[in-house]
């Protein structure tokens, strides 16, 4: 099965700019090398929130919004998919985020395949 993992981050993960360089580097490493994991097919940090474009279709017309869906407290930061024999690897995987300890939260959905 394939799992998202998806990073949710909040405010206080802007305090990684303000670590010396080698502890933010530390950091950034850990999310290279869960690329790296067996299972791991694919993952990427995206832009911030404020670059999103949110699309809606209202009567047969496209109507976009600059910016997320919802303003939320803890905005997606990231991804992962990863393929698994059982929840359990996946929640693990996602136990080694960093933003899962540093005040952030980690979702690990099961994605329906077709």
Same mark, same amino acid.
């Given at each position: +099965?394939?799992? +998202?993992? =998806? ?9 990684? %700019?303000? /670590? @010396? ?11 290279? &090398? ?10 990427? =940090? /995206?832009? @911030?929130?404020? $670059?999103? $474009? ?7 017309? !496209?109507? !976009? ?6 303003? !939320? ?7 992962? /998919?990863?393929? %698994?024999?059982?929840?359990?690897? &996946?929640? %693990? ?8 300890? +540093? ?6 959905? @099961?994605?329906?395949?077709?």
């Amino acid at each position: +099965m394939k799992y +998202m993992i =998806q990073i949710y981050l909040n405010d206080s993960m802007a305090h990684i %700019a303000k /670590l @010396p360089e080698d502890e933010q580097e530390s950091i950034y490493g850990e999310y290279r &090398a869960i690329l790296q994991a067996p299972g791991v097919i694919d993952g990427n =940090q /995206l832009q @911030p929130a404020e $670059t999103a $474009t949110t699309v809606r279709v209202h009567d047969g017309q !496209t109507v !976009t919004a600059d910016g997320p869906f919802a303003s !939320t407290k803890e905005p997606l930061g990231g991804y992962y /998919l990863f393929e %698994a024999d059982h929840p359990g690897a &996946a929640i %693990a995987l996602a136990s080694r985020i960093p933003a899962a300890r +540093m005040g952030g939260a980690v979702e690990v959905r @099961p994605v329906i395949e077709r």
